[in-house]
DNA sequence: CGCCGCATTGACGTTCGTCAAGTCTAGTGG
DNA sequence: CCACTAGACTTGACGAACGTCAATGCGGCG
């Protein structure tokens, strides 16, 4: 419910570490300034504050500096489904450009921080620096694909192999972030693991225990330990799944 | 497995039928004449012929003219599941943009046109035309809020509500593009449906049944006749999807 | 005409959801 | 500092929905 503090600071993705992630590479220092015309503002935003809603207007994409979010769409009555859990140095908004609102709604799952990018400004700039417009593109394309993985998960998949999907897909990117290959702070409860997996919060329960039964995984809570990370990826890639292109 | 055969066809955005649906509005007719410039050719395929596979290289974007499609992504062992279906006036091929390579293959599911647009050439010249710069970014949007709908159909629907939810989709888009808003021919078999909705094709055909049985359609192969649309759209809303804006 | 792929239908098994009880943990206030 | 509480998590028993296996029907094409 509560709206995140507009937190005016002057940016500069020269300095950024999250520069290499969230930026094109190869762009000379001149065009790096250039980029930073592109953030307006940071937003610092706190756990449980809603980014921005479903049916909001839309102006702008976000770049995750810090922090860890959910996005979800809503259904009428109120039962919402998250579709994907973003962090530092992803981008969210995407949804906004077809109609100019927001479709889904992005909340925070613990504080953070965002570089916010007015959209126009970001159209503009990538009509100058031709690796940006490659950059925009690239992303778009590659939301495109992670979401293609999602659907072959939810269409395909049993309990045990969504599970082990996530948990692979979630430590491969923190790992690409300089965090542990094996252990893991989940930030989410078991219910929106499940809302995303198409999982009941009781089926992911039951599914870690079971990880635990086999010495796949500790867990402690939202504290996991990875132990066989071998054995996660056999019961992904034994019914056939697309191993970890799920981003 | 067959390959289409290339047909070098001098192409005119300007005459064309889908323009409406494929071009952004708005456009003055000199834009629309460097908007030919997009299309390399038109290219024939063959129904059950394949427009570009997984792992090939990505060099074009296609706009269908006529046909019908649908994507899928492949696992190793060969099992393959539909993320999507599409039809004249649509875009394939946005998931190639991230990696330089395709990620899913395009099949067509019966004879059609499509009009071939290298991606440097759309690249070019949507850094000029401000309104082609717009129109590629909505198109990409409108694609990651489409799996959005099927995300959440996947994750949270029963049998029931996913093949009524597919119907109306199907019927609505038949209908934009000037067809019967109550009647239709499938393109796909059964088991593609399932594939598609995350459900095994005798689910997919005892569903049918039970709409039979219930007078919400009539059904005789493949050529579906929608008696009760009301009736689908509730089964659908009661259980809180997101109604047709799957696409 | 006969074959083959697609579709339908039935019987049965598995997986997951539902309902309910109980446990653990972190945060709060006395 | 400890007791208390609320929310999150775990576990069990049961049932519903869907998958699996198998037999049969139908229609189009050679």
Redo the contacts between chains.
């Keep these: 419910m509560t709206r995140m503090n507009i937190h005016s600071v002057k940016v500069a993705c020269a300095n950024c570490s999250m520069q290499q992630i969230c930026m094109p590479s190869g762009l000379s220092s001149q065009e790096l300034v250039s980029c930073d015309d592109m953030v307006a503002t940071r937003r610092k935003v706190k756990r449980h504050s809603t980014l921005f809603r479903s049916g909001e207007k839309f102006t702008s994409l976000y770049a995750i500096r810090t922090g860890f979010f959910k996005t979800s ?1 809503a ?3 109120g ?1 919402d ?1 998250v ?1 994907g859990f973003q962090m530092a140095g992803e981008m969210i908004g ?6 100019d609102n927001h ?2 709604e992005a909340v925070a799952l613990e504080d953070g921080e965002v570089c916010v990018m007015p959209f126009h400004r970001v ?1 503009e700039l ?3 620096v ?1 690796a940006l ?2 950059h ?3 992303l ?6 992670r ?6 998960m ?3 998949m049993r309990a045990e192999e969504r599970l082990a999907a996530f948990l692979l897909n979630l430590v491969h990117r923190l790992h690409a972030r300089g965090f542990s290959h094996s252990e893991l702070i989940l930030r989410m409860t078991r219910e929106e693991i499940g ?4 999982l009941k919060l009781e089926t992911v329960s039951r599914t870690f225990s079971r990880f635990v039964a086999d010495s796949i995984v500790a867990v402690q809570q939202r504290h996991i330990h990875i132990l066989n990370q071998e054995a996660l990826r056999h019961i992904v ?1 034994q019914s ?3 191993h970890p ?1 799920l981003q």
Excluded: A
């Design positions: 769409v259904s009428e009555e039962r489904h579709i995407l949804d906004g450009i077809v109609n479709s889904c159209e990538s009509r100058k031709r417009q490659r925009v593109h690239k778009m394309s590659r939301e495109i694909v979401e293609h993985g999602v659907m072959l939810l269409g395909s809302s995303y997996l198409g890639i056939g799944g697309l292109s």
